[in-house]
């Protein structure tokens, strides 16, 4: 059973009303299930909108910040039910965010989303963890992505084996399932 896990998601709402909503829905989703959301601790776009949804659910949220978003005011610092980490940089959030977490699950994002998801994906490939890691598909959002990678893949630059253990499923009920499957 997942008890700690990763989300990473967008700092900006994006253009379509669901993807907060459901992402709200993520938060309550862990919270009535008992599991703690480790996070990039911001307060705003769909990190503001999962944090709340546990928070509001009476769940547990864990925040892992650099300092230069704490100086732009962009964190959930000092909010009950928010225990938050100021990390000096984006590698070291990321790298305490691993530590943390048991499993990941990647949310609609943009650039700094996509670098997360990578680099922890990058980190179980190369063996520096083996917690697995996954996309909530919501409405296909990551459906290009994923062709993306088959692409890859099928041009011999990956190796079929992190692509199979990637979970990609469209509802949160279906990825907790798979990414705890693969939990050691």
Known sequence: MIERLGIFLGSSHGNTPRLAETAYAVGRGLAERGIELVYGGGGG????EV???????GGRVYGVIPEFMVEREW??????????HVVRTMHE????????????????GGLGTLEEFFEVWTWGTLGLHAK????????????PL?????RVTEAGFMAPAPLDALVV?????AALSALAAQLD
């Open 45 to 48: 776009g769909l990190m503001g």
């Open 51 to 57: 944090s709340q949804g546990v928070l509001d659910f």
């Open 75 to 84: 964190g959930r610092l000092h909010e009950p039910g928010v225990q938050t």
């Open 93 to 108: 959030r990321k790298a305490m965010m691993t530590e943390r977490a048991q499993a990941f699950l990647t949310l609609p």
């Open 132 to 143: 697995p890691i996954g996309l909530l598909n919501i409405d296909g959002f990551w459906d």
């Open 146 to 150: 994923v062709t993306m990678l088959e």
């Open 169 to 173: 499923e469209a509802d949160l009920d």
